[in-house]
């Protein structure tokens, strides 16, 4: 058993095409796998299909995908399956956020998140785990976040679907373990991406986050690369139902 090689396996990255998504797809595709990517936007779709192609040299392909919608969803599933006959990893990394107090925020706004945050994890993983209970074999994870286990001011809905990632990583865990399926989750902290561009203009913020953390540095994507390797990997074959915090120690200090 080669540890943390991925090489003949099929990985699944949703928000594959950006942030946090797109350096899980790169790095799973650095250990091996082929990787299928969705997400809403082709363009991004297409150009980390071709990084991976380029630096990797490692299948790639992707579909447009709304990630909110069942029948997308299942559509989306049944392509991979027709193409690569197996799921091996299923990485659920769609996300998104609105920033606002309680009071102050829209319900549509409270439904878009948790229907992409959480409701899209469930979806997806409805589709694909009869895949791999029929394998035998699936590596889930999923990402959660700080805000899984503490609160941030203006982020109630955010910390309310990220808090749901993480139990439902757990129920999930429970429920398939005799399936072969491992179940386990990120939960990232600060890291600047396309979501978060806006909170990293505000100096200020971006101090008081470092002296938050005892590493005293912002994550950066790749530091997220070996956490989801290893999680995807044999490496991690006695570990599931577990949020693993890659917050450079935010989270126990």
Not at 75 to 88: L, N, Q, R
Not at 219 to 240: C, K, P, W
């Amino acid at each position: 058993m080669k540890l943390f090689n991925l090489e003949g396996q099929t990985a699944v990255v949703t928000g594959g095409g950006r942030g946090l998504g797109k350096s899980i797809a790169l790095a799973l595709a650095q250990a091996g796998a082929d990787v299928v990517l969705a997400s809403r936007t082709e363009e991004e779709l297409q150009k980390v299909c071709n990084e991976i192609k380029e630096k990797y040299e490692r299948k790639a392909h992707y579909n447009t995908v709304d990630i909110q919608n069942k029948e997308s969803i299942n559509t989306f599933i049944d392509d991979v399956i027709e193409k690569e006959g197996k799921i091996d990893i299923l990485v659920n990394a769609a996300g998104t956020n609105a920033r606002d107090k309680l009071v102050n925020l829209e319900e549509k706004d409270w439904d878009l998140v948790m229907d992409v945050n959480l409701k899209s994890v469930y979806l997806v993983s409805k589709a694909v785990i009869p895949h791999m209970k029929r394998q035998k074999f699936g590596k889930i994870i999923n990402i959660a976040s700080l805000t899984s286990e503490i609160g941030f001011p203006n982020m109630p809905v955010y910390a309310a679907s990220k808090g749901g990632v993480s139990q439902l990583t757990k129920a999930m865990a429970v429920e398939y373990a005799e399936d072969g399926i491992y179940t386990n989750a990120i939960g990232p902290g600060y890291f600047k991406t396309e979501m978060t561009k806006v909170l990293f203009e505000d100096k200020e913020k971006v101090e008081w986050m470092k002296s938050r953390i005892p590493l005293k540095r912002i994550g950066e994507e790749e530091d997220l690369q070996g956490t989801a390797i290893f999680l995807a990997s044999s490496a991690s074959n006695y570990i599931t139902g577990q949020t693993i915090y890659v917050d450079g120690g935010w989270l126990i200090s």
